[in-house]
């Protein structure tokens, strides 16, 4: 290594900030090399569904899915990667966007879902139509309002730039790059996103947080009214139920798609409610952009539509008994979700 | 001298054949080539991808400009009896065909004279739901599986053809058939076994040095006319939809064993 001879000249500070700078970028670039434990299964969280048996998590296999989630390669033109309808700052979800927008400027029928502690996801999709996370990807790159391109073509891009096969031998012990490799990479990358640092969890855990007298009374009208479908502490059942939304021109039947079963027709996944501060907007359209109005459709708008969710009608009465009041307090708790750090966590960000 | 050596070589020979085996003149415990030829045809007439017209039971004209299955799971029944799987690794072809070396799958099965043969048409519920990295050959969705793959509703699709026909709307039909009965809610399964008698035929007699050949034919008509005729007007669009299930059961049908090479 050669030692540059430094210019007296320079002004001493130069030098001092100089020092210090290289020492936050070696720190921030050490960061992962460091504290690299691959997945660790929250205390409070259930034990996860994904099968690590099968992909077990490294440092080069998160890198490469890392790398690979970023990468425009993955679209029929090199324009879209994962991360233009699912960024970081939304929770990985594409905030904003009803629908997700895609190659050409195209535009799907449904809002583009988080990806957030998909270890504890046993579908995945609104409808639940793909059962393995390491299948999951083929979705978005094959479907045409999306990446519009073909597996086989992002293998052969991979392969011919200069980057990716030393990746992928790192990553799995040889430079071939396959469909099962780029899906597994993939999934570790993905696995890695786990969100459990909100104010919430520290309450959970009993690391420091407290709940303000609005985000307690919450708690208890949330564990009261909505923990049935979106339980804690992962903020979803998993299910597939109709919220009783009113159905639009498209007249999307949600899971009924999937299963070909009436009694699906019209139900959707019940998504996580961590980081809605992030994910706007709301539902598997996007037609709600406030939590505002997301409670008053329960409070007033459900509609009796086929296969409505049980839980959403008591008697007569439909959809969930809710003062203005406990709105306020509900928000103020579903605010406690929001996780910082997961939004903004280096390791999850493009390098 | 030589002339001992060759006799006593052939009575050796001899010996050990009969030693080996139950049946006169195979050698159960080595395999042998089997191949099993998926000859296309449309009613009375070869199967002629974009040139053919053909006429179905409704009385439509149509044409076929694409068709691929899978076949897969081999299992062969010896006429003594004796069943042989064949390994399932190594046991899932898809049939194109606009490409003729995928129209003779070649099996490597124990020597032997076999009664029946039976496979199944699509693939099997545990392979749609097998780890990514068991989804090589033709179930890699990046290769010639990508066709006859649904991202959006994870598996296989087992039988697809599509073709020109002035009974649609649109001028052409799509019939992409599939369904494995479901992960964890319970849909469609289409999954069909085929069990074919080889005896009136013509029984293959397996053994090595040589490949004996089942000849298949595969009536795409079928497809068409079974117990309940399929109509290009009323559907010419079938994919993930219950009505498959109807195409599915007439397409079960399609396939006869129409001679063998031995």
Redesign the interface.
């Known amino acids: 290594m050669i030692i540059p001879k430094i210019n007296l000249r320079v002004p001493r500070y130069v030098i001092v900030i100089f020092i210090f700078l290289t020492g936050i970028i070696a720190c921030k670039k050490a960061l992962l090399d460091a504290d690299f434990a691959g997945f660790s299964n929250p205390k409070h969280f259930p034990s996860p569904t994904y099968h690590f048996e099968t992909n077990n998590i490294t440092k080069e296999g998160f890198v490469l899915g890392r790398k690979l989630f970023y990468e425009k390669m993955l679209s029929a033109n090199n324009t879209i990667s994962c991360a233009n309808c699912h960024i970081q700052s939304a929770a990985f979800s594409h905030n904003g966007h009803s629908v997700s927008h895609g190659i050409h400027d195209l535009l799907g029928t449904r809002n583009s879902p988080a990806i957030m502690n998909l270890a504890w996801s046993k579908t995945f999709m609104w409808d639940g139509g793909i059962f393995d996370l390491d299948l999951q990807p083929v979705a978005p790159i094959t479907n045409r309002v999306e990446m519009d391109e073909h597996l086989e073509n992002v293998l052969n891009k991979l392969s011919a730039s200069p980057v990716y096969p030393v990746m992928f031998e790192k990553a799995f012990g040889s430079t071939e790059i396959t469909s099962a490799r780029l899906l597994k990479a993939l999934s570790q990358f993905m696995l890695m996103c786990v969100s459990d640092k909100s104010k919430y969890d520290s309450v959970q855990l009993g690391t420091g947080a407290v709940f303000t007298m609005e985000e307690n009374e919450g708690y208890l009208l949330f564990k009261q009214k909505c923990n049935s479908c979106h339980t804690e502490p992962l903020f979803t059942d998993n299910s597939f139920r109709n919220n009783g939304i009113p159905q639009t021109n498209i007249n999307d039947s949600g899971r009924g798609k999937v299963t070909l079963q009436a009694s699906d027709v019209y139900t959707f996944k019940v998504p996580s409610l961590r980081n809605l501060s992030f994910t706007v907007p709301y539902m598997h359209d996007g037609r709600f952009f406030t939590l505002e109005e997301v409670l008053d459709h329960y409070a007033n708008h459900v509609q009796p539509t086929p296969n409505l969710d049980p839980l959403l009608q008591q008697g007569t009465n439909l959809g969930i008994s809710l003062t203005t009041v406990q709105r306020q307090q509900i928000i103020a708790f579903l605010k406690t979700l929001d996780d910082h750090a997961f939004v903004r966590n280096p390791d999850l960000s493009e390098q | 001298m030589k002339k001992i050596c060759l006799l006593a070589g052939a009575a050796v020979v001899m010996m050990t054949s009969c030693k080996k085996d139950d049946t006169p003149g195979y050698n159960t415990t080595i395999n042998a080539p089997l191949s099993v030829e998926f000859d296309n045809i449309a009613g009375a007439a070869d199967l002629e991808l974009n040139t053919g017209t053909y006429t179905n039971a409704a009385g439509e004209d149509f044409t076929v400009t694409k068709l691929k299955y899978y076949v897969s799971n081999f299992v062969l029944t010896k006429t003594d009896g004796t069943v042989y799987t064949v390994p399932q690794d190594s046991c899932y072809f898809l049939i194109d065909e606009s490409d003729e070396d995928t129209h003779e799958p070649v099996l490597s099965v124990p020597e032997g004279e076999y009664k029946t043969i039976s496979f199944v048409l699509g693939v099997d519920s545990l392979r749609n ?1 097998m ?3 068991h ?2 050959g033709v179930l ?4 010639a599986g ?1 066709d006859m ?1 649904w ?4 598996g296989y699709i087992f039988f697809k053809m599509e073709g020109l026909s002035a009974a649609s709307s649109m001028g052409d039909y799509m019939y992409h058939i599939g369904g494995f009965g ?7 399964n289409n999954i069909k076994k085929i069990t074919l008698d080889l005896t009136t035929r013509g029984v293959p007699q397996v053994k090595s040095g040589k490949e004996t050949n089942i000849h298949l034919m595969v009536d795409v008509l079928k497809m068409f006319n079974g117990s309940s005729n399929v109509s290009i007007a009323a559907n010419s669009m079938v994919m ?3 009505y498959s299930t109807t195409i599915a059961d007439n397409y079960a049908n399609m396939i006869r064993h129409d001679h063998t090479e031995n």
């Open positions: 739901t780890d990514v990295s989804r090589t890699d969705p990046s290769g990508a793959y991202g959006w509703n994870s479901g992960y964890s809610s319970a849909t469609i993930f939809d219950p």
